[in-house]
């Protein structure tokens, strides 16, 4: 049970057309705005930075008159831009196809994927329901809590602590920086598991040893679909086991998994002289 950090969950994505103020654009040093609704947007040489350029969106109908509002800190040698709030109404078309092209440009695989994920985890709906709503104009308060997850995930923190959340063999799980995030190669593992139970008589109970408890994504999953097995899952972890624990509660299967917290290089817990079937 192991995952990376920067791991992808399978997350079906499966959206577009508008432009906006205060969105932050920057690649290789270059920085960009982009303001108004029927705007041009045009390269100008940025100062001080030898071959870098600035992206300055023109209104050609009237001057814009304010300076550009940027923020910016310093975490850990990477720069964060602060996305500031502004006056346009946004619907969530033009949202999401000004976050999708701004991952693009910044060298994010699946942005769509991401920006569906963070928008629905800010509005609070289903993925589903961002394109039933596609001209839905959103709150102030909507855009600024989807900005402060997009300023996130621009600093390459993985979506799925951002959201707090991965999918698993059909299942989310409930994920934070206590635990690695399901990788979908694992769910190999948890089928091969189900193909062995098949082969013990119908009503026998399936003892189960995981070493390494995670988020608790494969004990969970295959308490979830063999009801006749009976998972011992060990970790040195506390902080792992916390989250497993919540996640089996979730799934209503925690009566069927014991998590213990328990070294396998250690001297064996009496819990392990007892055989197990897988």
């Not at 499966?14 to 108004?36: D, L, M, W, Y």
């Not at 104009?137 to 621009?154: G, W």
């Not at 063999?169 to 598991?193: K, S």
Request: charged residues 30%.
């Amino acid at each position: 049970n192991r995952g990376s950090p920067a791991g992808n969950s399978r997350q079906n994505s499966k959206t577009p057309a508008g432009s906006e103020e205060n969105v932050f654009e920057r690649t290789n040093g270059a920085v960009g705005t982009i303001t108004g609704e029927a705007c041009q947007i045009k390269p100008t040489p940025q100062v001080g930075q030898k071959g870098e350029t600035r992206l300055l969106a023109e209104n050609p109908d009237e001057e814009i008159g304010r300076k550009e509002n940027r923020g910016r800190e310093k975490s850990q040698g990477t720069e964060n831009v602060v996305l500031q709030q502004d006056t346009k109404v946004w619907s969530v078309r033009e949202l999401m196809k000004v976050s999708i092209d701004l991952l693009q440009k910044r060298g994010f695989e699946e942005a769509r994927l991401n920006v569906e994920l963070l928008l629905a985890h800010a509005l609070k709906c289903q993925r589903i329901q961002l394109y039933t709503n596609f001209d839905k104009p959103l709150a102030r308060e909507e855009i600024k809590e989807f900005r402060r997850l997009l300023e996130r995930r621009l600093n390459r923190e993985p979506v799925q602590y951002i959201v707090g959340a991965a999918g698993f063999m059909g299942l989310q799980f409930r994920v934070d920086p206590r635990v690695l995030i399901p990788r979908p190669e694992t769910e190999t593992l948890v089928e091969q598991a189900m193909l062995l139970c098949n082969r013990f008589p119908v009503g026998k109970t399936i003892s189960i040893l995981e070493v390494g408890t995670g988020s608790g994504n494969i004990a969970v999953s295959l308490a979830k679909y063999v009801r006749q097995a009976h998972i011992t899952s060990i970790a040195t972890s506390r902080e792992a086991l916390e989250v497993a624990e919540l996640n089996a509660q979730v799934h209503e299967v925690a009566d069927r998994i014991d998590f213990r917290f328990l070294d396998v290089y250690e001297p064996v817990d009496q819990i392990l002289l007892k055989r197990f079937d897988i």
